[in-house]
């Protein structure tokens, strides 16, 4: 018999509060949006009555009962082509980390949705501030993507992006919700459940606000919490660090695109030499660290690179590598190169992975080979090709880069058919 109560039961809804940086609650971080209706706010509505209002009970109910959610499709959708979704992920997860009372609590039928205790985790983006313009981010996420999208309207640059166009208004209207009396009233009443918070941005070693937060739970006096913070850590400061490591399990959930160049690229303008320096520096503190990289088009045929990287430097200093997919937006992800040469060089990968592989390094790189059905999809619409090498162009000629120049194991056309050997 399954561990849980229906095929379709997520945790997430049962545990977790997650805002996106205008403050609007979804589900978690892999829901795009949420059903919530009228839209429900953080520093606008009050956290104890969202928790049990009726659109969290009727999620429940409808997971208990094995029923699908509309903005839960990804996970199905990931879960139909056999790939782990983070629905299975965090229900794992959470399973190992609860006592089992608490599982059994959270799962009872007999609540009928209602959940008695309030959240204990949460995923809280404080804001857009952040230092770079990462090439897959947008103005709600980064305020100097939002600068340069920006400049690029006004030299009437437009890359056919509606979605940016209208993040870029929304950013420009987007309320302070972080510094409402409300918000900080909610914090007295989540901080006693809290197990688990989750921090990112906007570049959240950048953001104020993130260093009054931690400081107020802890004078609020629980400190049995797991903070893990998704930076780009191209800036630490020391009185963060001191603050962070005061809480039973601190982790920096570290952003890295690729290696030197590669990473400097997307990631723009970071610095290879100085985010190599700041890694360096954290492995000699207590912090946990761990990776997300996030594969798209444009480090597709730099993985082996990264991972020998991880094997020379980190492997024995990370806890984890988040192997996440992009797929918004789509005409940047991974699918705009054709099918044939994707296949060739996943070969190459498996062949590379299955050679160096250990005790050691295995546990990061599995999960990496359960995405390669995502990694195998056909390849995406004329359309969305075009538009990457418009976008791919466009922010070249602004930033002063040259795709094949910045990253040479890019192909330099969209075709298998070109002479050009992908690798
Ligand atoms: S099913 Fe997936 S999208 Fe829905 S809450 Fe769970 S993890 Fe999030």
Known sequence: MSDYPSPTFCVMPFLHLSAKTSGALRLCCESPNSDLSPRTMLGKDRVEEIWN?????????????GEKIASCQICYKKEEKGVTSRRMEYNEAWKNKLSPSTWEEITALKNQGIQPTPPQYIDLRQGNICNLKCRMCNSMTSSTFAKEWQELQDSHQTVGFDEENDNLKFSKRMQPWYESELFWKDLEFLAPHLKKIYLTGGEPLLIKNNLKLLKRILELGNRD???????NLTVISEEFLEVFSQFKKATFSLS????????????YPSQWNELERNIFLVTKTPIRLDITYTLQAYN???IIS????????????IDYIDWNILDTP?????????????????????????????EQNQKFYYKLREKFPLLKAPQASPDECEHFERYTQILD????HKLKEEIPSSPSSLSSKSKEKAV
Do not use: C
């Open 256 to 267: 890295i695109d690729g290696v030197g160049k590669t990473n400097d690229y997307i990631r």
């Open 53 to 65: 209002g009726p659109y969290y009970q009727e999620v429940r109910r409808k997971m208990l009962n």
């Open 397 to 400: 000629q602004h930033r002063g």
């Open 306 to 317: 990264f991972i020998k990287w991880v094997n020379r430097h980190l492997v024995e200093r």
């Open 225 to 231: 919490i797991e903070i893990s913070i998704n930076t």
């Open 330 to 358: 789509s005409f940047l992800a991974h699918t705009i190169w054709d099918r044939p040469r994707r296949m060739s060089y996943i070969q190459e990968l498996d062949a590379y992975l299955k050679n160096t592989e250990n």
């Open 300 to 302: 597709f045929f730099d």
